[in-house]
């Protein structure tokens, strides 16, 4: 009986590890987060599509990120072709994905309605699907931010001007000035803002804003502006009236409080504070309509605070995917420039050439040793034989060749006591990459090196 007993118990115990054994494995795997689309929001009058990304590590209380894709893209494009979903799941924000249903994909950024806070259009639908993720995901209202991509980043800059109330920063990418775009259609493209050719005063630029929600008198959000030099789609001088608007906008001066060169060929200027500022903006050399490139995002999800930094400014030394590019050591094919010896102690150059087969780029800083601010600087050079500049930033090269003089552009044109501004270009040349020589700043000579 007792065998029996015991046989009995060895049976059933049996039993029970294997049926223990199936319900594991029966069970559900954990799955990755996914895309998904929302349908039934709420308000939808441009009648676009919500796509939603919550990472599996979301926050409790989790900010949110509106990520606006460019003409013929999606959202779920702009999701998988986008670093924003993989910093999602490293910080625990979600990710709103809107996806527009307008010709070629477009959003509109050029009707009365787009212009208008609370207007008719698309900028409504992306405010209702925000206030859905507040309702249903515990959203924190106090922790909205938009990015986008070309169409996206004309967008960036309308929902800023169409709704400070909602969001607290963005970050455009190859964007336009709020209004820039205008037809008064909803389908309209304007030529003129796309090649370029549209300059405002600050002033202007700003009342722009200010008229898309009159009688508002709360905080403005930051801002933080992307564009490549040689867009040839939205035409890199969008970049500095940009600028101009939102330093209007926010009230601080259009003179950077700091500049530098990161990772080679990035030109960073910072408005209102070096540090925090509320302008932030990136001029990415040679670069055409491509952005963001890898490790833009993240710089993105950094001034917005969503890596838990409180928002602001990488410095070179931290700024993700970025090295400092001051120094001759910070890339294998940078080269100094040469000391020409003498010159003034008013004024020092110096400079960084990175070469290939047969371009370079060349990135120069102008130090005002002076006791007094420079407001409007020429600064005169001559490059070597067989070079010739094909594209500039942050300043107008003329000529192309041989003694050359480069002339600050509307944004940077004051340089204060002990401050600097940096300017660079890209040049062909025919096997001679040296650094140009006899640097002179509104025709004093400069130290170099």
């Given at each position: 009986m007792k065998k029996r007993t015991r046989a009995l118990a060895a049976v059933l115990s049996a039993a029970v590890s294997a049926a223990f054994g199936l319900l594991i494995a029966l069970a559900p795997a954990a799955h990755a987060a996914s895309l998904v689309q929302i349908t039934n929001?709420?308000?939808?009058?441009?009648?676009?599509?919500?796509?939603?990304?919550?990472?599996?590590?979301?926050?409790?209380?989790?900010?949110?990120?509106?990520?606006?894709?460019?003409?013929?893209?999606?959202?779920?494009?702009?999701?998988?072709?986008?670093?924003?979903?993989?910093?999602?799941?490293?910080?625990?924000?979600?990710?709103?994905y809107p996806d527009a249903n307008r010709s070629g994909q477009c959003w509109d950024v050029s009707s009365d309605a787009a212009l208008s806070h609370n207007g008719n259009s698309d900028p409504a639908d992306i405010v209702s699907m925000v206030q859905y993720v507040e309702q249903h995901n515990n959203g924190d209202s106090s922790r909205v931010y938009f990015t986008?991509?070309?169409?996206?980043?004309?967008?960036?800059?309308?929902?800023?001007?169409?709704?400070?109330?909602?969001?607290?920063?963005?970050?455009?990418?190859?964007?336009?000035?709020?209004?820039?775009?205008?037809?008064?259609?909803?389908?309209?493209?304007?030529?003129?803002?796309?090649?370029?050719?549209?300059?405002?005063?600050?002033?202007?630029?700003?009342?722009?804003?200010?008229?898309?929600?009159?009688?508002?008198?709360?905080?403005?959000?930051?801002?933080?502006?992307?564009?490549?030099?040689?867009?040839?789609?939205?035409?890199?001088?969008?970049?500095?009236?940009?600028?101009?608007?939102?330093?209007?906008?926010?009230?601080?001066?259009?003179?950077?409080?700091?500049?530098?060169?990161?990772?080679?060929?990035?030109?960073?200027?910072?408005?209102?504070?070096?540090?925090?500022?509320?302008?932030?903006?990136?001029?990415?050399?040679?670069?055409?309509?491509?952005?963001?490139?890898?490790?833009?995002?993240?710089?993105?999800?950094?001034?917005?605070?969503?890596?838990?930094?409180?928002g602001g400014t990488p410095s070179p030394s931290t700024s993700p995917s970025q090295s400092p590019s001051t120094s001759p050591s910070a890339s294998p094919s940078a080269s100094p420039s040469q000391s020409g010896g003498g010159g003034s102690g008013a004024c020092h150059v110096s400079d960084t050439v990175s070469a290939w087969n047969t371009g370079l780029t060349e990135n120069i800083t102008i130090t005002n040793n002076s006791t007094s601010a420079i407001n409007g600087w020429r600064?005169?050079?001559?490059?070597?034989?067989?070079?010739?500049?094909?594209?500039?930033?942050?300043?107008?090269?003329?000529?192309?060749?041989?003694?050359?003089?480069?002339?600050?552009?509307?944004?940077?044109?004051?340089i204060p006591a002990g401050g600097n501004t940096s300017f660079g270009f890209q040049a062909n040349h025919t096997g001679n990459a040296a650094a140009p020589t006899g640097f002179t700043l509104n025709g004093t000579a400069c130290s170099v090196g």
């Open positions: 929001f709420g308000s939808n009058p441009g009648n676009s599509k919500m796509y939603l990304y919550v990472p599996n590590s979301v926050q409790a209380h989790p900010a949110i990120l509106v990520a606006a894709h460019y003409c013929t893209g999606t959202g779920p494009a702009f999701y998988s072709g986008t670093e924003f979903a993989s910093l999602a799941d490293k910080y625990g924000f979600i990710v709103i986008g991509a070309s169409s996206g980043g004309m967008l960036t800059d309308v929902m800023l001007g169409d709704y400070p109330d909602v969001f607290k920063a963005g970050a455009a990418f190859m964007g336009v000035p709020f209004h820039c775009f205008y037809t008064g259609t909803v389908d309209g493209w304007n030529s003129a803002c796309a090649q370029g050719q549209v300059s405002n005063t600050p002033q202007a630029w700003g009342d722009y804003v200010r008229n898309a929600y009159p009688g508002y008198s709360g905080a403005r959000p930051r801002m933080q502006l992307w564009h490549g030099t040689a867009d040839t789609t939205l035409n890199y001088n969008n970049f500095g009236e940009e600028i101009k608007q939102w330093t209007n906008v926010l009230g601080v001066s259009q003179t950077p409080s700091s500049t530098s060169v990161v990772n080679g060929s990035w030109t960073h200027t910072t408005y209102g504070s070096a540090t925090s500022p509320v302008v932030d903006a990136y001029s990415i050399a040679g670069v055409g309509h491509s952005l963001p490139l890898s490790g833009m995002a993240a710089i993105a999800i950094h001034f917005f605070g969503l890596d838990g930094s409180g600064l005169g050079f001559t490059l070597p034989s067989g070079q010739t500049v094909v594209s500039a930033w942050n300043a107008t090269i003329s000529p192309s060749s041989g003694a050359v003089t480069a002339t600050n552009v509307s944004y940077n044109a004051s």
